[in-house]
């Protein structure tokens, strides 16, 4: 599971519709940085799953819920990770999440905005592939060099500093995924979704079609959208 919103209620009630009653373990956590609506449902998801290993940047925030997120991972698990650029997490059912950014564990910089740290990871199952890449502005600095992905999480809601041109060139999605609701902030930006448009992606949002699922098959080796029921 990477990131899980702001609050415990509403993610467990989501995990609730796609996980069977009895299925009560989290092989692995990843928050992709401190900010409370990605971390805010994790203290009550750690309360009520088993949850074998957490990860993080390395960044830690003083508010409160990251406080008691950090508490309660540790007496979960025994310590949480730090991660960066290089580290591989394979799953035993198929598939392979490699850390694209930070390059190094953010307890070792200083002064990095948190957004600025967020961590962005490939996923990879037989010919699908996820670019996941947290609140990261700015993209183009994970990925320096060209390299196609299937699915884009659009970084940050769609806010306009995410998905340059450059990096939609650069990465060529088939789809874009954004996790975005009601806000003052105005995402999607409209010159996100343009971008997207002009590049023939497939555009599928939250807002619109609430969750957003894919079933990755091993006997075909490959991720398709499977519409939430």
């Given at each position: 599971m990477i990131d899980g919103g702001r609050s415990g209620k509403v993610l467990l009630a989501r995990l609730g519709r796609h996980i069977p009653f009895w299925d009560r373990q989290i092989e692995t956590l990843i928050a992709t940085h401190p900010d409370s609506d990605h971390i805010g449902g994790f203290p009550e998801l750690l309360r009520a799953y088993r949850v074998l290993s957490v990860f993080?940047?390395?960044d830690t925030s003083e508010t409160e819920?990251?406080?008691l997120f950090e508490t309660l991972a540790a007496e979960e698990t025994g310590e949480m990770q730090a991660i960066a650029r290089g580290t591989e997490i394979v799953f035993p059912e198929g598939g392979t999440l490699t850390l694209e950014y930070p390059l190094r564990p953010l307890a070792e910089e200083s002064g990095t905005e948190s957004?600025?740290?967020?961590?962005v990871a490939?996923?990879?199952f037989g010919e699908?592939?996820?670019l996941l890449t947290g609140d990261l502005p700015g993209e183009e600095k994970a990925l320096p060099e060209e390299r196609p992905v299937t699915v884009l999480k659009v970084a940050h809601h769609g806010s306009k500093y995410s998905s340059s041109?450059?990096?939609l060139e650069r990465i060529g999605p088939e789809e874009a995924v954004l996790s975005v609701g009601e806000n003052s902030y105005g995402h999607p930006d409209p010159g996100v979704l343009a971008r997207l448009r002009?590049?023939?992606v497939l555009v599928r949002r939250t807002d619109e079609e609430g969750d957003i699922r894919y079933r990755c098959l091993e006997l075909t080796s490959r991720c398709t959208y499977a519409p939430a029921r």
């Open positions: 993080t940047n390395g819920t990251s406080r957004n600025e740290g967020s961590i490939r996923f990879q699908t592939s996820f041109a450059a990096f002009e590049r023939s």
